[in-house]
């Protein structure tokens, strides 16, 4: 039996017509007949148009849905297709082990590196395993505790984000959630070593900012990254979740947004209809882009590269007036 398709919602109307186009080319063929025939091509020929101008027309919001599309690769799928000689990390050495967290070292483009990332399940007893990809504490605290092993033997770091944020519960911000969180953005600002993050999926709020800032920050062409997601985001301005949607098209949340913003460095594009369509080609430009990043920034010394890495901070936010003046 072949696994049903996920449809995403802005797909539905090209759905339905492909599966009307599949249901009349299963007609016997001795039965079919040239009005029949002509009714087939005209209905292929508006599939084809209806997917062109579908997949070029996408807005903030059918890029959020492309994000978090369950056949997406995940964190594990490039860890396992680009890196050598993986040893997994566990635990924070101080109440458990968050299997929402990937901490590992291994070798990638001939380089040994510590790597991160937000780690969602492909099935639901998994996704329930690993809390869908949002981080408790000691989650960031093992990360924390990989990064500093990367400072103190000379490794760079490439972290993956895929989350919707940080777990909100109760027992996390018992357990200190907000400082677990502060604790890595405070090691990642001061590490002596290169930093290079993928934005592969989802990219939310402080659960993606903890492991999600350094000298280069790669994304995909439908990956996102906001300071809160579009559904929160939508509670918070409308009191009205449903209005996710006007909402994303506020936050500047797309890859492209954070190219112009000068946020992100590189944009790498995805097959059309997102990266799910054709995995093995985005892990391959994925693997190129981040062994070029590792290969740019491998010479640059320490103190340059954490100073760099503050005034990289420090840009964010500045706008540029009519009269020239700078502000934040």
């Known amino acids: 039996m072949s696994k049903r398709r996920f449809v995403m919602e802005f797909e539905r109307p090209l759905v339905e017509l492909e599966e009307k186009l599949l249901e009349l080319r299963r007609i016997d063929a001795a039965a079919l007949t040239p009005e029949?025939?002509?009714e087939i091509d005209t209905l292929a020929a508006e599939v084809d148009r209806l997917h062109a101008s579908l997949y070029r027309d996408l807005g903030p919001w059918e890029k959020v849905q492309i994000a978090r599309h369950p056949d997406r690769p995940k964190t594990q799928d490039y860890v396992d297709a680009l890196f050598e000689d993986v040893i997994e990390l566990h635990g924070d050495r101080a109440f458990g082990d968050d299997e929402a967290m990937f901490a590992g070292l291994g070798?990638?483009?001939?380089?040994?590196?510590?790597?991160l990332g937000h780690r969602k399940g492909k099935d639901i007893k998994?996704?329930?395993r690993r809390n869908f990809g949002q981080v408790h504490p000691e989650g960031f605290r093992k990360a924390r505790r990989a990064m500093a092993l990367a400072g103190r033997f000379g490794l760079p770091v490439v972290s993956f984000l895929d989350t919707a944020g940080a777990f909100p519960g109760i027992e996390a911000e018992e357990r200190g959630q907000a400082w677990a969180i502060a604790e890595c953005l405070a090691t990642l600002s001061d590490l002596p070593v290169p930093v290079v993050v993928v934005g592969i999926g989802e990219g939310g709020s402080g659960g993606a900012l903890a492991i999600g800032f350094g000298?280069?920050?790669i994304m995909l062409e439908n990956a996102y990254y906001s300071v809160i997601s579009p559904e929160?985001?939508?509670v918070i301005l409308h009191k009205d979740a449903a209005k996710?949607?006007?909402a994303a098209g506020c936050l500047s949340l797309t890859a492209a947004d954070l190219a112009r913003l000068d946020l992100a460095d590189e944009v790498?594009?995805?097959?059309?209809?997102?990266?799910h369509r054709d995995p093995a080609q985005v892990i391959e430009a994925v693997g190129v882009a981040v062994g070029g990043a590792l290969d740019a920034l491998a010479t640059t010394p320490a103190d340059r590269l954490v100073a760099e890495r503050y005034a990289r901070l420090r840009r964010i936010g500045h706008v540029v007036g009519e009269s020239g003046t700078t502000g934040t």
């Open 36 to 38: 029949l025939a002509m």
């Open 107 to 115: 070798t990638i483009a001939g380089r040994k590196a510590v790597v």
């Open 126 to 128: 998994e996704n329930i």
């Open 232 to 234: 929160m985001c939508a």
């Open 244 to 246: 996710a949607a006007e």
């Open 268 to 275: 790498l594009p995805e097959p059309v209809g997102g990266a």
């Open 215 to 217: 000298d280069r920050l």
